[in-house]
């Protein structure tokens, strides 16, 4: 199974998108699934279900901390190396996508957010949202960018 396969996968189960993306990876990286879940569940619905940032965005930019984060305080080129990473990954959604918002990604630009409570996963809620694409493609560009 690919990782776009198993993200997808992922996210009809029920995680939100930055979950599926990250998790399709993380183990790759040695990381628990438990804790990979924990970690990019604040993410979901553009952070905390605000429509800012897409999820399946900020699971590639998690990812992208996997591969070659900066963990020295001092190391200013590692930071560079990361940063140049993950405006490449944005740049590359965005041009695929119009957009790296949720809000932009789902055409509620008229809409307050700051409902926390996520909408029931039915058939009719994945026929109207994007979202289970946008995770495979966001995992399409990993593996093109990161070379996975």
Not at 17 to 40: N, R, S
Not at 70 to 89: A, H, I
Not at 94 to 108: D, F, M, T, V
């Amino acid at each position: 199974m690919t990782k776009r396969e198993k993200a997808m996968e992922l996210f009809k189960e029920g995680y939100n998108c930055a979950q599926a993306v990250f998790l399709a990876y993380a183990q790759d990286y040695g990381m628990d699934e438990t804790q990979a879940l924990m970690i990019a569940s604040s993410f979901g619905g553009g952070m905390g279900r605000m429509r800012e940032v897409c999820g399946a965005v900020s699971g590639m930019f998690m990812v992208a901390g996997l591969e070659n984060g900066q963990t020295d305080p001092k190391d200013g080129q590692s930071k560079v190396k990361n940063y140049e990473t993950v405006q490449k990954l944005a740049e590359k959604f965005k041009e695929e996508n119009g957009s790296i918002y949720c809000r932009e990604l789902l055409g509620l630009t008229d809409t307050v957010h700051n409902n926390p409570n996520p909408e029931k996963r039915t058939d009719e809620y994945y026929k109207k949202r994007p979202c289970g694409e946008l995770v495979g493609i966001a995992c399409d560009i990993i593996d093109e960018v990161l070379g996975k």
